[in-house]
């Protein structure tokens, strides 16, 4: 019998489903059983007592079942479960089966990734930034309020945080902020342009517990890159950054450009740059046109662009062993047309390989906007994407649980049967989803179809004969 069948099975049964929900409900403590399911394996938080083992041996057993079926021996497991960042993932995942069922993507009561534009002081201006950043506002969230945010992240199982900016660096405020996340478990990223890391931040990013940093580079050319940043010097500074982050080995370093008409044909020598660095990751952002981006519009790919970058990444990942992903949900499509064994990027940080790795990808979905992931801004107000300005709650008014659970946009936005053109009809539809981001931004519906896409080539073309002629004409 095919595993991937059973492994959905054991994921959708209603029995299953109530087993999941005594499994990860927690109680008046902030515990639940499957934590201590989780000492059973890993002997952490000391030895349990005789008789709450054999309490426990029922739940055990179910866990067991589901390892099984995933294809994990005992010893892997334990190895996962060492982290309790893992942990809480497991747990978020369970609560979220309970209370949706098994849906394909998945719904998530709490969002397992959240990013945090943590200020808007930067020292670059970047042509592209969709943050329009530059200066503080005179609203972002005091040292206190920024402590409490984390703490009702962790509360609600999230278990990842990626702090962005403007140059989350330039803030005082992110170590504090770092510390009391990773007390909590939380996986941390940090997406920075590079030009603050000397060898002393790289080391301090180090000590707080920082487990990827993620840095910008759009060109392989110091003066092309400087241009599009607007300072001189910035690629020497960035590319310094860089060195001095890898040279670190406690966390992983990626180098990520944004891909526009202004440096597609450098995509194969940022690719080399990368390797040569030694970082860890080559990470690809999709180009979305807002903030200064609206002032770029014309440099956005074509289809037949981004499909020929997706192809590219794919090939790199495959032949020069260096991690190729990107934040283009159709990634995932062009990698489930190659070929089954190879490798599948489940989501826009991870990739699998072999039978289950559609199952992943699919579970995972692609765009997350709203169901798996959201944004919050400076000044605390909750956006469902950082590159989609449409305010859904204010955690200096709410709470984070009250904006998730309740926001009917964020609702609106969990459900793909709706989505418009090919993104609605889609065979990749549960995998990819379509960027919604930019689906808002060209067309003012997220609805819309993704005009990025190769299947919504009609739609491109709608736009392409929209513009004005001096656009049409660069």
Sequence with gaps: MDMTYLIRFFLKNRVNRYVFSL???????????????????????????????????????????????????????????????????????????????????????????????????????????????????????????RLDVIDQLASEDVFSIAFSGGEPLM??????????????????????????????????????????????????????????????????????????????????VGLAPTITRMNFDELDDLIDLAVKLKVDKFFVFNFIPVGEGKNLIDLDLTPEQREKMLNTLYKAYVEKGIVSLTTCPQYARVAMQKSRSSITPTSHYTAAKGEKARLLAEFIGGCGVGRAYCAIQPDGIITPCVYMPIKVGDLKKQTFREIWTTSPILEDLRSREDLKEHCGVCEFRSACGGCRARAYAYFGDYKAPDPGCINNKDAFLQLEEEKPAEVKTK
Aim: proline letters at 4%; hydrophobic letters at 35%.
């Design 171 to 252: 803030d005082k405020d992110i170590w504090k902020v770092i510390e009391r996340a990773k007390k909590n478990y939380m996986y941390i990223s940090v997406a920075t342009n590079g030009t603050l890391i000397t060898p002393q931040i790289a080391k301090r990013l180090s000590d707080v517990g920082v487990d990827y940093v993620e840095i910008s580079v759009d060109s392989a050319d110091p003066k092309k890159h400087d241009e599009f940043r607007g300072v001189k010097g910035a690629w020497e500074r960035t590319i310094s950054g860089i060195k001095n982050a890898v040279a670190q080995r406690t966390y992983q």
């Design 23 to 145: 499994l990860s409900k927690k109680g008046k403590n902030g515990k639940s059983i499957l934590e201590d399911v989780f000492s059973l394996y890993t002997g952490q938080n000391g030895k349990i007592p005789p008789l709450r083992k054999l309490k426990l041996s029922p739940f055990y057993l179910f866990f067991e079942i589901g390892r099984v079926l995933f294809g994990q021996t005992k010893n892997q497991v334990k190895e996962h479960l060492s982290s309790r960042t893992f942990q809480k993932g497991i747990s978020l995942t369970m609560r979220s089966v309970a209370h949706y069922g098994l849906t394909y993507p998945q719904k998530f009561i709490a969002p397992p990734v959240v990013v945090w534009n943590f200020t808007n002081v930067c020292n670059l201006r970047c042509k592209h930034c969709y943050q329009s950043a530059g200066k503080k506002l005179p609203d972002e969230l005091s040292l206190e309020k």
